[in-house]
């Protein structure tokens, strides 16, 4: 879905004694249960004006659904921006020295700026494709709807949704991921036989006989 479109139609080991105590156990409680990691990144009042005015234009409020800005859509964006000095290699990869320049660029101008000249900025950015455009949407999309106050609108608004328990289906983000070691990601894609080449192979008598048993065996 483009922002235009949207304003148009308002994821005990082998060898370890069993006395070693895993870390991640003790962080339990500072999990964000909506995902995101355990450290937020802090904002200065400038920079959450930006966030809230880019949010409430990338989904504008209407009656019977609050503006992003009116259910903290800036603590949501705060769990999923990489703090300096990690990598930025989780969702949505935005690294916080990066992001919070791009916010800077856009700065009290844009917060001050009317309506039609904020969607105007907004529908630039995103036909230049930039990353700090995409993040932005992707954690408006994904922390506003994921919001306690939404998920109760969709339910009353949304005939579809009268079930509806928030993202994923049904019960939400219980953890959030942990942090990986630095094994790097396998490259390179699965392979596949081609339905075309897929060729019948006998099976062993063996094998037939196991079947045959927990067959006649109801198993």
């Known amino acids: 879905m483009t922002f235009e479109s949207h304003q148009m139609n308002s994821p005990s080991p082998i ?8 870390p991640r156990h003790g962080w339990s409680m500072a999990k964000a249960q909506l995902g995101g990691g355990p450290i937020q990144v802090e904002f200065d009042d400038l920079q959450e004006k930006v966030i809230n005015a880019m949010a409430d234009e990338i989904i504008p409020p209407a009656p019977g659904w609050l503006a992003p800005s009116e259910v903290h859509i800036v603590g949501f964006v705060a769990r999923y921006v990489t703090p300096k000095d990690e990598p930025a290699k989780y969702y949505p990869f935005a690294a916080e020295d990066q992001f919070k320049q791009d916010l800077e660029a856009l700065g009290k101008a844009f917060v001050d700026a009317p309506r039609q000249q904020k969607i105007a900025q907004l529908k630039q950015l995103e036909h230049d494709s930039t990353d700090f455009f995409e993040q932005m949407r992707g954690l408006t999309y994904y922390g506003y709807y994921a919001q306690p106050e939404i998920v109760a609108a969709t339910r009353e608004h949304i005939p579809a949704a009268r079930d509806y328990h ?5 019960y939400g ?3 959030v991921t942990e942090r990986w070691d630095d094994t790097p990601f396998p490259d390179g894609r699965g392979t596949f036989v081609p339905t075309d080449q897929v060729r019948r192979v006998e099976v062993p008598e063996s094998i037939r006989r196991l079947y045959n048993f927990a067959d006649q065996n109801g198993k």
């Open 15 to 22: 060898h370890v004694p069993e006395l070693v105590v895993d």
């Open 166 to 170: 928030g993202p994923p289906q049904p």
């Open 173 to 175: 983000y219980l953890e």
